[in-house]
């Protein structure tokens, strides 16, 4: 999952090379933290926080095939 958001993050930016996907393992599940550019924060994030909702709704689908618990927070 953690490739998924990588992949997803780094064709939306204009710098995807400061794309960083950084895991955290927790009893309720897995936290996957996408940090990106200042400048390409709301490239991720979108209008009315639309493009972050689909990011979640992809990786969240892409988890249950895996039976896992997956949240993604979007960090500066």
Same mark, same amino acid.
């Given at each position: 999952m953690k490739e998924l958001l990588e992949i997803i993050a780094k064709n939306l930016v204009d710098n995807p090379d400061a794309v960083e996907?950084?895991? $955290?393992? @927790?009893?309720?599940?897995?936290?996957l933290e996408?940090? /990106?550019a200042p400048? +390409?924060?709301?490239? /991720? $994030?979108? @209008?009315q926080g639309r493009i972050a909702k689909a990011i979640r709704t992809v /990786? @969240? =689908?892409? =988890? $249950?095939?895996? +039976? =896992?618990h997956v949240n993604v927070e979007i960090v500066q």
């Open positions: 996907v950084s895991e $955290i393992r @927790k009893n309720s599940g897995l936290i996408l940090r /990106v400048e +390409d924060m709301g490239k /991720v $994030i979108g @209008k /990786v @969240k =689908a892409s =988890a $249950i095939s895996s +039976d =896992a």
